[in-house]
């Protein structure tokens, strides 16, 4: 299996298929490169399409540091680096979103093409001045307390949470398997993190096209909160999966790869 082996032992694991364009899909919180499944064998026809697990997600090394937005975008950019890879495509899901911009914010624009936004606010908190945001602190804490003492049973319920209609118990198997992958303290720790990073500030000095890809359903996060990336970032522009939540690539997979694939085709 690939993996890139990064300081102090550290192994992300990877999949990377095709060749052209790298389209780098990075997954949320808790998740792993396995979410995107439907897109790969699509993408990998055209680009190189790459999916990456995140430290202590999915099949990569399970350590205890390092359970940052910063830091996974330091990670992110080591393996951009590495394999000396240019003129990328983003693709961020959910918390994917924040490392992308994150990784903006350290490393500049210059070498990106372009990115795609899946489904996230530019923060998740809901500060005085944010009221669209997913969490207040009681939740916020609420979730925490839930991880550490009562995990199974949250990502249980959670789970079902991401999708507009009902899942396959097949389905529910294995993504509950890749939630389950992560040590209770990192999943407690990289979710506190998550929720309180703020993009606000840089979504207006993005010059690189977005595309923002949100479902309808609003179980977990709001169509406002596209409708107010869309209006501030320059160059962008919004898609709405009428029969989507949070996961528009599995809920409506042919549509979205064709989406993102014609927005892709419209950078060069």
Known sequence: MPYLKLENNVKLYYEALGEGTPVIFVHGVWMSGKFFQKQLPYFRQNYRAIALDLRCHGKSSHVHSGHTITGYAGDLHKFIQTFNLKDIVL?????????????????????????????????????????????????????????????????????????????????????????????????????????????????????????????????????????HLQENIPNSKLVVFENSCHCPFLEEADLFNKEVDAFIKSLN
Not at 92 to 108: D, H, I, R, T
Not at 144 to 171: C, H, W, Y
Request: glycine share 6%; aromatic share 14%.
């Open 91 to 227: 693709v961020g899901w959910s918390m994917g979103a924040f490392v992308v911009w994150e990784y903006m914010k350290q490393f500049g624009q210059e070498n990106i093409k372009g990115t795609v936004i899946i489904d996230e606010l530019a923060s998740d908190f809901k500060w005085p001045d944010f009221p669209i945001g997913a969490f207040n602190m009681e939740t916020l804490i609420h979730f925490m307390k839930e991880i550490q003492t009562n995990r199974d049973s949250f990502v249980k319920e959670f789970i079902p949470l991401m999708f507009k209609n009902g899942l396959a118990d097949e389905e529910m198997d294995w993504m509950f398997a890749e939630v389950s992958k992560l040590l209770e303290s990192v999943a407690s720790a990289i979710l506190f993190d998550q929720s309180v990073v703020d993009y606000r500030s840089l979504l207006p000095t993005i010059k690189i096209p977005t595309l923002l890809c949100f479902g309808r359903e609003e179980k977990l996060i709001p169509v406002a909160a596209g409708k």
